[in-house]
């Protein structure tokens, strides 16, 4: 059974970078020609999906967020990382990772989710 679960800090400061890890179980990150993606969920913009890495290593970025994003993997833990640069309160949002057969399409499960609040 696939499953993806979210871990990182759940404050951060204003201008700081966030880090999010999805470290993946029942599958790896570089088989069976998924994608793996970032989406994030709040009041103000509702679903956002962020970009994501492939399973070829290649990344995909959402053009609003693509300057400020980077999306690494760590192939022996079978994780991927989401690096969001200068986060700002509109940053705060739950965030997901998921898994999909394309960029921006999910399957069920996705990981449950890790609140980040963005204050000093």
């Known amino acids: 059974q696939v499953q993806l679960v979210e871990s990182g800090p759940g404050l951060v400061e204003p201008s700081q970078t966030l880090s999010l890890t999805c470290t993946v179980s029942?599958?790896?990150?570089?088989?069976?020609?998924?994608?793996w993606s970032w989406i994030r969920q709040s009041p103000r913009k509702g679903l956002e999906w962020m970009g994501g890495?492939?399973?070829?290593?290649?990344?995909y970025f959402s053009p609003d967020l693509k300057r400020r994003t980077s999306i690494p993997r760590d192939r022996p833990k079978n994780q991927f990382t989401l690096q969001l640069t200068a986060v700002t309160p509109e940053d705060k949002a739950v965030y997901y990772c998921?898994?999909?057969?394309?960029?921006?399409?999910?399957?069920?499960?996705w990981g449950p989710g890790t609140q980040v609040t963005v204050s000093s």
């Open positions: 998921v898994r999909g057969p394309a960029p921006y399409k999910a399957y069920a499960p």
């Open positions: 029942g599958t790896s990150v570089t088989d069976g020609y998924w994608y």
């Open positions: 890495i492939t399973y070829s290593g290649n990344t």
